[in-house]
């Protein structure tokens, strides 16, 4: 059963195409079934008892493909600047941060993989905001540095649960 769960992640990536099309609309219903396929992909995963370590890599790797891929369009078209669509992405700066920590310090081989809270309300915020920016809406500087502050949230979590992993092995 981790085929429905997986499609539901992969459909993501054609989902981004939509966003060449300058339709409002279109883009819209892209970003609602991204931010759907998102919520229910793992609630399926886990009432099946089908999690995978693929869908554990590819469900957040198809909300980064989706969202980058926004954001270049929307970059492209002038509708948000760099420096906004770099703190839309801050979070996964910090992802590899952690990455490099878990390499430096050997534990890589034997992290358990999770997603973290700041790490999904971050991803839901992303969503939300290429709602925003496809229905024209100009959000408040402010906003983009929550992106940041998530970010770091987020790095402080994967810190304590590597942390909290080392000491109890």
Known sequence: MPIVSNALSLIRAPLAFVFLQQDPFLRMVAVFLAMLTDSIDGYIARKTHSTSLFGAIIDPLMDKFFVYFALLVFLQE???????????????????????????????????????????????????????????????????????????FAFMELLAISVKASTST
């Open 78 to 152: 002038n509708a948000l600047p760099l420096w906004a669509c770099l703190a839309m992405v801050s979070r996964d700066f910090f992802l590899i941060a952690h990455g490099a920590y878990l390499h430096y310090s050997n534990k890589w081989k034997t992290y358990k993989f999770q997603s973290v809270r700041f790490g999904k309300i971050t991803t839901a915020l992303q969503f939300l905001v290429l709602g925003g920016l496809t229905l024209g809406y100009t959000f408040p500087q402010g906003l983009y540095m929550i992106f940041i502050v998530f970010g770091i």
